[in-house]
């Protein structure tokens, strides 16, 4: 079975770093490209950027740039999600999700459990 | 950047078919993907390529698109379907997916 299965819920204050994970399973992770999608609180869903596990090539949404830093390991078959400086802003369950893609169509699936991170002084 | 529209709401009493309509802003809209959202939960993939089921899907679920539009139809609807839905579209000058804001369906 093809699993995305991400760290627990953080806690942190302004100004914090913080480093989130989404381990793969049950597929070749250097096969699919995974992506982070941001929630915040009683929003949608908002796409923050892409990795390719096999060489690390990233891409980040336009709002995204700057903020936040993609990383993959594949010794180890896990994507991060990375702040170095964390805002009142960054309140939000994040999503990691395997993208997939044949030769006429792209989907996301599977989604990891999601990652809720607090951020509060 | 492309940008997806999808209604805030929808509703319907079981039984009935309801459809979520998708609106995009660019021709250069690829194919269609739904996420159905439960309460508290992740999202999980509904339909891809505008009418594809995955596997464990029920057929009371189906999709389309015509142009730069696409709809999401559930008949027989049952209390279980209440839920967040999402249309996606990957843009290739993003090099990333962009999503509808979401329709919150509720069975009456």
């Known amino acids: 079975e093809v699993q995305l299965v991400q760290s627990g819920a953080e806690v942190k204050k302004p100004g914090e770093s913080l480093k989130i994970s989404c381990k793969a399973s049950g597929y070749s992770f250097t096969n699919n490209w995974i992506g982070w999608v941001r929630q915040m609180p009683g929003k949608g869903l908002e796409w923050m950027g892409i990795?390719?596990?096999?060489?690390?090539?990233?891409r980040y949404g336009p709002s995204f740039q700057g903020h936040v830093s993609i990383s993959a390991d594949k010794s180890v078959n896990t994507a991060y999600l990375q702040w170095s400086s964390l805002k009142a802003s960054d309140n939000a369950i994040y999503y990691c999700?395997?993208?997939?893609?044949?030769?006429?169509?792209?989907?996301?699936?599977?989604w990891g459990q999601g990652t809720l991170v607090t951020v509060s002084s | 950047q492309s940008v997806l529209t999808q209604p805030p709401s929808a509703s319907g009493t079981p039984g009935q078919r309801v459809t979520v309509s998708c609106s995009g802003s660019?021709?250069?809209?690829?194919?269609v993907t739904w996420y159905q959202q439960l309460p508290g939960t992740a999202p999980n993939l509904l339909m891809y390529?505008?009418?594809q089921r995955p596997s464990g899907v029920p057929d009371r679920f189906s999709g389309s698109k015509s142009g730069t539009s696409a709809s999401l139809a559930i008949s027989g609807l049952q209390s279980e379907d209440e839920a967040d839905y999402y249309c996606a579209a990957w843009d290739d000058s993003l090099y990333g997916w962009v999503f509808g804001g979401g329709t919150k369906l509720t069975v009456l």
């Open positions: 660019s021709s250069t809209i690829d194919a």
């Open positions: 999700a395997r993208h997939v893609r044949n030769i006429s169509s792209r989907w996301i699936d599977p």
């Open positions: 990795i390719n596990p096999a060489d690390s090539t990233t």
């Open positions: 390529s505008n009418n």
